[in-house]
């Protein structure tokens, strides 16, 4: 890990300026950012770390916690509200137990919400690992979430 | 490859040998593969497209091109068939072999794939006689159809880089002249005239200067940018080249959002052939001229979108923005000279300096001039990306290009201007739309997008939605925002569950009016707007959510029960079935019944009953 | 030389300067809360915001950021701006119940609490003014603390929240901050100080022996100005 974020910080000339690319390229390559993994960004970037972990807090791209091997997305846009996403959130809630930006304790699902993916014509969608789900309703996301193998 | 070019005639010769290399009347598949379309299948699509024409050894005799998005949204996936332009529209792979048998062999037309009128079933062949496409003014988005956003010969096909040709060869003044002549506005949603932008930076005192592309395009249902930015990327290439020429910068930004992958994608193979054809880096054209351009990506925060919070963000740190008495012009990113705009301000670019600031001037309002793209979303027909001139009707968006309201509902409110902006009500769908006729009647031009409801829509449920999304994305640097859109929001949350108290509004309305004088940014200052728009409009909802505890549209949740209309029922038992608490139950093909105090509002009986039978009360 | 007219007084003032200096330099009275005059400022309490500007262009800004201007036309009590600061001082009494101090302010300024405004019952009386934070980055150095998240879940904390490895207990963030919600706590012997999660070995004078100093800031001081550390080790009294 230590050697790859080296390789990562020269990558970028060790330039400071470029601590959320670093910081977005470590999460690509490790999956998410552990501390040790923010520490030694700190240190190959010569950031303070209260500043990389204000960075890693701040910007929801950032994940700190492992995810889960399934992830999903849904869209919470205007278009897609307007559509009905928030009956759709409460059911995903309700069948995983997880809310946006958690993950189940057994690390299969990790559940978080978007602000638009730009695909307003098929709101509202449901994300599940890349691939695109449109014109979602409960009964629909029931029975996504049913095929994934979580028992309701 | 396209290898360096080194003067503006040899740019010219190229062009000119590509479009002679293309002849016009060659059979050419058009599919569009922008998000929309993918997430509606179209790269299978697209692959069926290219397995069968390889299949029948057609490679030779037929072109296949994969575009960036046409904007009809609604309608994907789509192709286009040269030379006719014929138009399919929802085209299933199913379709692919009987297209090119019957339509690309034969020159047979298939009915079926046509798009018809929802309100005559008026059947329509050619791309340009779709309604949709008609009434529109495709300027800068039409190109979006003729171009491979990977490759540049496309481009260079449709006279690309031409006037970055014709800009290299005026003097910077005259540049920023025209650009100011025209009166091209900021299309991001400040709607600060460009040129006197351009102006300023240009004559700011400090090098370097910098030239930032703002495409951090966060207003949740506009996507304009990131079809822009995905589908023409050279385009937005030559606006920024051109604009940096003018002020004197020969260092360049691209910060696009972090949920944008394909646009990243394709903004850096762009560059890429940009430098190797000699558009980028060293001596531009061989006009002295030196400037590259490097990609950002954002973070994932819709703050960043705002300019001194962009800067934060380029400069490793979070994404606090700062006060801006001193303008970014001058003291912008590392406190140097800065210019940004938005990604579709700069698209509009070139097209100024080919055909000139006055022709430029000549299509819009008095003060909003060109053409504007507007991503029309929600309960409409048509859900896709509009271009028409500043001072087209609401109406005429709405209606004729937009197809009407979904299912031959009624219109009840349009929201412009994202979580920004305001709702605008009926009476005002004759309105000419330009960013200060938007202003005056409380909402705004934004980035761009049309939000359209229907009566099923709550404007209460509409407000609480916006400052919900606002107060997450707050930064949190400054209390007015902070706090203050956080107190709105329980307020209205209150309001939407029934624990609305007399004298919510008016709180909001004083809450409201000292958040826009307080907050530090323009996320604080506008945060109030979606909830002072409603009010304005649409008091006559909060009046009934806290007098009377109701909810006239049905939607919010602690303030309507569901039953089951006996009469309508037919006992089919779906209802009961998808169920999640047991509470609506009953007999095979005898009436059911929901039990409210078990009922959790989810709303899924509603949604799968097929005789309308449940009743919101 | 500026010229410019505040609360109807014609005021001289140079250029550079910021509506606040000049102001508190003419005896105006503007309150602040985020305001240090060895850092730079913040703008983020908006309690100092004034009107300038007149008519249709009146517009409220921050005077502790906002330059002097010829001619400018400044408010430093109208309806808006007390509107302004009786909203930002409620939204903090909502944030921050218990802080005596914020509640003092308060009442000097006239402002009651909002009811409406759901009192937090955490405990936590920061009210991200940002001082500790900015004087441990500017004035210390050593960028102990720093915030986390955003929005309404913004903090204040030591990276993780877990104790810092290069706090050197100079106590600086809490003298800082004006609430008291940064606390240092001093063992009764006096030989150990701890701040943010951290014990702190204090070093004693050795002059009249009383602890003075934490033994990592001395450390620290030593570092930065390449003094030796014997020499720093007398209390303020005994130097």
Same mark, same amino acid.
């Given at each position: 890990?230590?050697?790859?974020?080296?390789?990562?910080?020269?990558?970028?000339?060790?330039?400071?300026?470029?601590?959320?690319?670093?910081?977005?390229?470590?999460?690509?390559?490790?999956?998410?950012?552990?501390?040790?993994?923010?520490?030694?960004?700190?240190?190959?970037?010569?950031?303070?770390?209260?500043?990389?972990?204000?960075?890693?807090?701040?910007?929801?791209?950032?994940?700190?916690?492992?995810?889960?091997?399934?992830?999903?997305?849904?869209?919470?846009?205007?278009?897609?509200?307007?559509?009905?996403?928030?009956?759709?959130?409460?059911?995903?809630?309700?069948?995983?137990?997880?809310?946006?930006?958690?993950?189940?304790?057994?690390?299969?699902?990790?559940?978080?919400?978007?602000?638009?993916?730009?695909?307003?014509?098929?709101?509202?969608?449901?994300?599940?690992?890349?691939?695109?789900?449109?014109?979602?309703?409960?009964?629909?996301?029931?029975?996504?979430?049913?095929?994934?193998?979580?028992?309701? | 490859?396209?290898?360096?070019?080194?003067?503006?005639?040899?740019?010219?010769?190229?062009?000119?040998?590509?479009?002679?290399?293309?002849?016009?009347?060659?059979?050419?598949?058009?599919?569009?593969?922008?998000?929309?379309?993918?997430?509606?299948?179209?790269?299978?699509?697209?692959?069926?497209?290219?397995?069968?024409?390889?299949?029948?050894?057609?490679?030779?005799?037929?072109?296949?091109?994969?575009?960036?998005?046409?904007?009809?949204?609604?309608?994907?996936?789509?192709?286009?068939?040269?030379?006719?332009?014929?138009?399919?529209?929802?085209?299933?792979?199913?379709?692919?072999?009987?297209?090119?048998?019957?339509?690309?062999?034969?020159?047979?037309?298939?009915?079926?794939?046509?798009?018809?009128?929802?309100?005559?079933?008026?059947?329509?062949?050619?791309?340009?006689?779709?309604?949709?496409?008609?009434?529109?003014?495709?300027?800068?988005?039409?190109?979006?159809?003729?171009?491979?956003?990977?490759?540049?010969?496309?481009?260079?096909?449709?006279?690309?880089?031409?006037?970055?040709?014709?800009?290299?060869?005026?003097?910077?003044?005259?540049?920023?002249?025209?650009?100011?002549?025209?009166?091209?506005?900021?299309?991001?949603?400040?709607?600060?005239?460009?040129?006197?932008?351009?102006?300023?930076?240009?004559?700011?005192?400090?090098?370097?200067?910098?030239?930032?592309?703002?495409?951090?395009?966060?207003?949740?249902?506009?996507?304009?940018?990131?079809?822009?930015?995905?589908?023409?990327?050279?385009?937005?290439?030559?606006?920024?080249?051109?604009?940096?020429?003018?002020?004197?910068?020969?260092?360049?930004?691209?910060?696009?959002?972090?949920?944008?992958?394909?646009?990243?994608?394709?903004?850096?193979?762009?560059?890429?052939?940009?430098?190797?054809?000699?558009?980028?880096?060293?001596?531009?054209?061989?006009?002295?001229?030196?400037?590259? *351009?490097?990609? /950002? +990506?954002?973070?994932? %925060?819709?703050?960043? !979108?705002?300019? &001194?919070?962009?800067?934060?963000?380029? $400069?490793?740190?979070?994404?606090?923005?700062?006060?801006?008495?001193?303008?970014?012009?001058?003291?912008?990113?590392?406190?140097?000279?800065?210019?940004?705009?938005?990604?579709?301000?700069?698209?509009?670019?070139?097209?100024?300096?080919?055909?000139?600031?006055?022709?430029?001037?000549?299509?819009?309002?008095?003060?909003?001039?060109?053409?504007?793209?507007?991503?029309?979303?929600?309960?409409?027909?048509?859900?896709?990306?509009?271009?028409?001139?500043?001072?087209?009707?609401?109406?005429?968006?709405?209606?004729?290009?937009?197809?009407? *309201?979904?299912? /031959? +509902?009624?219109?009840? %409110?349009?929201?412009? !201007?994202?979580? &920004?902006?305001?709702?605008?009500?009926? $009476?005002?769908?004759?309105?000419?739309?330009?960013?200060?006729?938007?202003?005056?009647?409380?909402?705004?031009?934004?980035?761009?997008?049309?939000?359209?409801?229907?009566?099923?829509?709550?404007?209460?449920?509409?407000?609480?939605?916006?400052?919900?999304?606002?107060?997450?994305?707050?930064?949190?640097?400054?209390?007015?925002?902070?706090?203050?859109?956080?107190?709105?929001?329980?307020?209205?949350?209150?309001?939407?569950?029934?624990?609305?108290?007399?004298?919510?509004?008016?709180?909001?309305?004083?809450?409201?009016?000292?958040?826009?004088?307080?907050?530090?940014?323009?996320?604080?200052?506008?945060?109030?707007?979606?909830?002072?728009?409603?009010?304005?409009?649409?008091?006559?909802?909060?009046?009934?959510?806290?007098?009377?505890?109701?909810?006239?549209?049905?939607?919010?949740?602690?303030?309507?029960?569901?039953?089951?209309?006996?009469?309508?029922?037919?006992?089919?038992?779906?209802?009961?079935?998808?169920?999640?608490?047991?509470?609506?139950?009953?007999?095979?093909?005898?009436?059911?019944?929901?039990?409210?105090?078990?009922?959790?509002?989810?709303?899924?009986?509603?949604?799968?009953?097929?005789?309308?039978?449940?009743?919101?009360? | 030389?500026?010229?410019?007219?505040?609360?109807?007084?014609?005021?001289?003032?140079?250029?550079?300067?910021?509506?606040?200096?000049?102001?508190?330099?003419?005896?105006?009275?503007?309150?602040?809360?985020?305001?240090?005059?060895?850092?730079?400022?913040?703008?983020?309490?908006?309690?100092?915001?004034?009107?300038?500007?007149?008519?249709?262009?009146?517009?409220?800004?921050?005077?502790?950021?906002?330059?002097?201007?010829?001619?400018?036309?400044?408010?430093?009590?109208?309806?808006?701006?007390?509107?302004?600061?009786?909203?930002?001082?409620?939204?903090?009494?909502?944030?921050?119940?218990?802080?005596?101090?914020?509640?003092?302010?308060?009442?000097?300024?006239?402002?009651?609490?909002?009811?409406?405004?759901?009192?937090?019952?955490?405990?936590?009386?920061?009210?991200?003014?940002?001082?500790?934070?900015?004087?441990?980055?500017?004035?210390?150095?050593?960028?102990?603390?720093?915030?986390?998240?955003?929005?309404?879940?913004?903090?204040?904390?030591?990276?993780?929240?877990?104790?810092?490895?290069?706090?050197?207990?100079?106590?600086?963030?809490?003298?800082?901050?004006?609430?008291?919600?940064?606390?240092?706590?001093?063992?009764?012997?006096?030989?150990?100080?701890?701040?943010?999660?951290?014990?702190?070995?204090?070093?004693?004078?050795?002059?009249?022996?009383?602890?003075?100093?934490?033994?990592?800031?001395?450390?620290?001081?030593?570092?930065?100005?390449?003094?030796?550390?014997?020499?720093?080790?007398?209390?303020?009294?005994?130097?």
């Amino acid at each position: 890990m230590e050697e790859k974020v080296k390789e990562i910080v020269q990558g970028y000339g060790g330039d400071k300026s470029y601590l959320v690319p670093v910081m977005q390229d470590v999460q690509k390559e490790l999956g998410y950012l552990s501390k040790e993994a923010l520490m030694a960004i700190s240190a190959n970037l010569g950031v303070p770390v209260s500043r990389v972990y204000e960075v890693a807090t701040f910007y929801k791209a950032f994940s700190l916690k492992p995810k889960g091997r399934h992830h999903i997305s849904l869209c919470m846009g205007t278009a897609c509200h307007v559509r009905g996403a928030e009956f759709i959130a409460a059911n995903i809630t309700s069948m995983l137990g997880i809310r946006d930006g958690e993950t189940t304790a057994d690390l299969e699902y990790s559940f978080e919400t978007v602000g638009c993916l730009g695909a307003c014509a098929l709101g509202p969608i449901v994300v599940v690992d890349g691939e695109y789900h449109g014109e979602m309703n409960i009964a629909k996301t029931t029975k996504l979430l049913k095929k994934l193998g979580k028992k309701v | 490859m396209t290898s360096k070019i080194k003067s503006f005639s040899e740019l010219k010769q190229l062009q000119e040998k590509i479009k002679a290399s293309r002849d016009p009347q060659k059979l050419r598949i058009t599919i569009c593969v922008g998000t929309g379309c993918l997430a509606h299948g179209a790269m299978n699509v697209a692959d069926a497209f290219s397995e069968e024409i390889d299949r029948r050894g057609l490679s030779v005799k037929i072109d296949f091109r994969k575009t960036g998005c046409h904007g009809f949204c609604e309608r994907g996936p789509m192709v286009i068939i040269a030379p006719e332009n014929i138009f399919y529209q929802h085209v299933a792979v199913k379709d692919v072999g009987e297209i090119v048998e019957k339509t690309l062999l034969k020159g047979e037309i298939i009915d079926s794939l046509l798009y018809a009128d929802p309100q005559t079933d008026e059947k329509y062949v050619r791309e340009d006689e779709v309604p949709f496409y008609k009434r529109q003014t495709r300027t800068v988005f039409g190109m979006n159809s003729k171009v491979d956003p990977k490759n540049l010969e496309d481009y260079l096909a449709v006279d690309g880089y031409s006037a970055l040709a014709k800009a290299l060869a005026m003097k910077p003044a005259e540049i920023i002249r025209e650009v100011v002549t025209a009166n091209l506005r900021g299309r991001g949603g400040g709607g600060f005239p460009a040129g006197r932008k351009w102006e300023e930076t240009s004559k700011a005192a400090g090098t370097p200067k910098y030239v930032i592309c703002n495409a951090d395009e966060g207003d949740p249902g506009a996507y304009m940018d990131r079809s822009l930015l995905e589908g023409n990327p050279h385009l937005v290439l030559e606006g920024m080249i051109i604009g940096a020429y003018a002020i004197g910068s020969n260092e360049g930004y691209i910060y696009v959002r972090n949920e944008y992958p394909l646009a990243v994608e394709n903004i850096n193979i762009a560059i890429k052939q940009a430098r190797e054809a000699g558009f980028l880096g060293e001596n531009i054209l061989g006009s002295g001229f030196s400037f590259d *351009i490097k990609v /950002n +990506r954002g973070g994932g %925060a819709f703050v960043c !979108g705002e300019s &001194s919070a962009l800067f934060a963000s380029l $400069e490793g740190r979070a994404g606090e923005p700062r006060a801006k008495y001193v303008h970014a012009t001058e003291k912008g990113l590392y406190d140097k000279p800065t210019n940004l705009n938005n990604v579709e301000t700069w698209a509009n670019v070139p097209f100024i300096i080919n055909n000139g600031g006055d022709w430029y001037a000549g299509i819009g309002t008095d003060r909003s001039k060109g053409t504007k793209i507007f991503s029309l979303v929600g309960k409409i027909n048509n859900t896709g990306l509009v271009e028409v001139p500043m001072g087209t009707k609401l109406r005429e968006i709405v209606f004729d290009i937009g197809g009407g *309201i979904l299912n /031959n +509902r009624k219109f009840k %409110a349009i929201q412009t !201007g994202g979580p &920004s902006g305001g709702c605008i009500p009926e $009476e005002y769908l004759d309105m000419p739309v330009d960013y200060d006729e938007l202003t005056k009647v409380g909402s705004m031009m934004g980035s761009g997008g049309m939000i359209v409801m229907d009566e099923g829509t709550c404007m209460v449920d509409l407000a609480r939605y916006f400052t919900n999304f606002l107060a997450n994305e707050s930064c949190g640097k400054c209390v007015p925002c902070r706090e203050g859109t956080q107190r709105m929001r329980e307020i209205l949350v209150d309001i939407t569950e029934g624990k609305g108290r007399e004298g919510d509004i008016e709180l909001l309305e004083s809450l409201a009016a000292s958040i826009k004088d307080g907050a530090l940014c323009a996320l604080g200052t506008s945060a109030p707007n979606p909830v002072l728009s409603t009010i304005r409009y649409f008091r006559d909802e909060y009046e009934a959510h806290i007098k009377e505890k109701r909810c006239p549209a049905g939607v919010c949740k602690s303030l309507i029960t569901y039953g089951v209309d006996s009469e309508k029922c037919t006992g089919c038992t779906l209802c009961a079935k998808v169920c999640p608490v047991g509470a609506a139950t009953g007999e095979k093909k005898k009436a059911h019944k929901i039990d409210s105090d078990k009922c959790t509002r989810c709303g899924a009986c509603r949604e799968s009953c097929q005789f309308d039978a449940i009743i919101v009360r | 030389m500026v010229n410019l007219t505040i609360d109807n007084k014609k005021i001289q003032a140079e250029e550079g300067q910021t509506l606040l200096e000049v102001a508190r330099q003419n005896g105006i009275g503007i309150p602040t809360l985020c305001h240090h005059e060895s850092l730079e400022p913040s703008g983020s309490c908006r309690l100092c915001s004034v009107e300038v500007g007149e008519g249709s262009r009146a517009k409220v800004v921050t005077s502790c950021l906002y330059p002097v201007a010829e001619g400018l036309v400044v408010k430093t009590g109208s309806e808006r701006v007390m509107n302004v600061r009786r909203m930002v001082i409620q939204l903090l009494l909502a944030r921050a119940p218990e802080s005596e101090q914020l509640a003092k302010m308060a009442e000097g300024m006239g402002i009651r609490p909002e009811p409406r405004f759901k009192a937090s019952e955490d405990g936590n009386k920061c009210i991200l003014c940002r001082l500790c934070v900015r004087t441990c980055e500017k004035i210390v150095g050593v960028s102990a603390i720093g915030f986390s998240s955003r929005g309404p879940q913004k903090d204040v904390c030591t990276p993780f929240h877990e104790p810092s490895t290069v706090c050197i207990g100079c106590g600086a963030c809490s003298y800082a901050c004006p609430t008291g919600q940064i606390e240092m706590h001093v063992s009764p012997a006096g030989d150990v100080r701890t701040i943010w999660g951290r014990d702190f070995k204090m070093a004693a004078c050795k002059v009249c022996g009383r602890y003075f100093a934490p033994e990592d800031q001395l450390q620290y001081i030593s570092g930065r100005t390449g003094v030796p550390v014997e020499e720093l080790m007398a209390c303020s009294s005994c130097r």
